[in-house]
């Protein structure tokens, strides 16, 4: 069971956003295909995005995650790039990636999502030299970055 907010209804822009938001506002956006349980019944709601996820192979650097933690930049950028190969959709870069600061920072694998996603317009470093790639996402950063997606991808 996945713990709900206690203020569902209170603007909180600058709050991090969770890993398990990220993965229901990505399988909502895929059009939140059927997933079923073990025993061939129809999940739904959060269990269902949790199927989907598990099914899919999105999942954070580190292989796993938690509903209720903090998603960071980088695992933010490599759960958006798997769901755009999920949903075959190409980005079409506008300009060059910048070799930021503390590239060494980020994990191998979220390197190509967060060199595709700047390349593409859609996600920008924390400052004109950095990414942060281990910070947390505010939901307001997540926000400008699902919408910068949606519209890169439908142009």
């Given at each position: 069971m996945h713990a709900k907010s206690s203020e569902p209804t209170r603007f909180r822009p600058g709050t991090p956003v969770t890993q398990g938001e990220v993965i229901e506002a990505l399988y909502n956006m895929v059009g939140k295909p059927t997933m079923l349980n073990q025993y061939g019944h129809t999940l739904q709601g959060l269990d269902a995005a949790d199927e989907w996820v598990h099914a899919n192979g999105i999942l954070p650097s580190s292989g796993g995650y938690s509903y209720d933690s903090f998603i960071t930049r980088q695992d933010a950028?490599?759960?958006?790039?798997?769901?755009?190969?999920?949903?075959?959709?190409?980005?079409?870069?506008?300009?060059?990636?910048?070799?930021?600061?503390?590239?060494?920072?980020?994990?191998?694998?979220?390197?190509?999502?967060?060199?595709?996603?700047?390349?593409?317009?859609?996600?920008?470093?924390?400052?004109?030299?950095?990414?942060?790639?281990?910070?947390?996402?505010?939901?307001?950063?997540?926000a400008v970055i699902m919408h910068r997606f949606i519209e890169a991808t439908t142009r």
């Open positions: 950028a490599l759960l958006i790039i798997r769901t755009a190969g999920i949903m075959r959709v190409s980005l079409r870069y506008i300009r060059n990636a910048p070799v930021f600061a503390d590239e060494w920072e980020t994990a191998p694998i979220a390197r190509p999502a967060i060199s595709d996603l700047f390349r593409a317009g859609i996600i920008n470093g924390r400052t004109s030299s950095t990414f942060d790639p281990l910070g947390a996402m505010s939901r307001a950063e997540f």
